[in-house]
T-cell receptor, first 114, second 117 residues
Framework: AQTVTQSQPEMSVQEAETVTLSCTYD???????LFWYKQPPSRQMILVIR??????QNATENRFSVNFQKAAKSFSLKISDSQLGDAAMYFC???????????FGKGTRLHILP | KAGVTQTPRYLIKTRGQQVTLSCSPI?????VSWYQQTPGQGLQFLFE???????NKGNFPGRFSGRQFSNSRSEMNVSTLELGDSALYLC????????????????FGEGSRLTVL
């Protein structure tokens, strides 16, 4: 079964600095999708960034980028120029081809220090 | 376009009771997924429905059930509530690529916060 592991329950970063959130996953599939979702204190989860496993190029969305290492099964999220609005729970997620479901990690709570 | 709507937002029940939660997906979305969120376990997958059919189910006891109607609205039911069922229940809809949910973006509702006393 596929699993997603986020080893950092909480992290803090100074405003305007860069922070990297870690995620590893386990799968026997070769084709799949990886996601980072953000859940602000108001609770509604939104998609931050998506990576297709067959694409070697790392996905980027404005200040958010990923470091996708397929062989190592690692998928980290880098947030540049951190802003107060980035404070949230961040979930790493996996979507395989065999099941119609997306599996989430336990999340990393990110604090932004002014 | 209206987002995903979940009702009720908050509810309190006692052990042994049952509860029904409702989810209205984004118009045009035919896939609805349900998750249970607790502080220690993160998001755990409950089940996913597409065109009124349950396509996938997580590792939850049979007390947890769901269904989807022809208008794509979905309900989940928990019978014989236990203290451990206290959680935020999240619903997410997706258009999916060719009906598949794993490839695309999930759009979440604000959740239903269930407290079991």
């Amino acid at each position: 079964a596929q699993t997603v592991t986020q080893s950092q329950p909480e992290m803090s970063v100074q405003e305007a600095e860069t922070v990297t959130l870690s995620c590893t996953y386990d799968t026997s599939e070769s084709d799949y999708y990886l996601f980072w979702y953000k859940q602000p204190p108001s609770r509604q989860m939104i998609l931050v960034i998506r990576q297709e496993a067959y694409k070697q190029q790392n996905a980027t969305e404005n200040r958010f980028s990923v470091n996708f290492q397929k062989a190592a099964k690692s998928f980290s999220l880098k947030i540049s120029d951190s802003q107060l609005g980035d404070a949230a729970m961040y979930f790493c997620a996996y979507g395989g081809n065999r099941d119609d479901k997306i599996i989430f990690g336990k999340g990393t709570r990110l604090h932004i220090l002014p | 376009k209206a987002g995903v709507t979940q009702t009720p937002r908050y509810l309190i029940k006692t052990r042994g009771q049952q509860v029904t939660l409702s989810c209205s997906p984004i118009s045009g979305h035919r896939s609805v997924s349900w998750y249970q969120q607790t502080p220690g376990q993160g998001l755990q997958f409950l089940f996913e429905y597409f065109s009124e059919t349950q396509r996938n189910k997580g590792n939850f006891p049979g007390r947890f059930s769901g269904r989807q109607f022809s208008n794509s609205r979905s309900e989940m039911n928990v019978s014989t509530l236990e203290l451990g069922d206290s959680a935020l229940y999240l619903c997410a809809s997706s258009s999916g690529l060719a009906g598949r949910v794993n490839t695309g973006e999930l759009f979440f509702g604000e959740g239903s916060r269930l407290t079991v006393l």
